[in-house]
């Protein structure tokens, strides 16, 4: 699925599109929809620098054993 944000969106938010995806992964992961690794993708940011991000924002890293095994899953180690 691809979504789309109009220009004039992305344009009256003062924002570029990279931080738009990277604030979406942020909630996103925060209210625990996204595994740190599928926020990292989404935002286009290797772990490490989304992690910097979620601490630049005081954002606690949950990534509990069921975060471990969807990403495991995401990426097809696992079924």
């Known amino acids: 699925m691809i979504v789309e944000i109009p220009d004039q969106i992305i344009k009256q938010s003062g924002l570029s599109a990279k931080e738009i995806l990277l ?3 942020l909630v996103l992961f925060q209210e625990e929809k996204l595994t740190l690794g599928q926020a990292s993708r989404l935002a ?3 772990q490490y620098e989304f992690q910097k991000e979620l601490a630049a ?3 606690p890293v949950h990534y ?3 975060d ?3 990403d495991l899953q995401t990426i ?3 079924k």
């Open 23 to 25: 604030k979406v992964a």
């Open 44 to 46: 286009g940011l290797h």
């Open 57 to 59: 924002r005081n954002i």
């Open 64 to 66: 509990g054993e069921e």
């Open 68 to 70: 471990y095994r969807r």
């Open 76 to 78: 097809g180690l696992i």
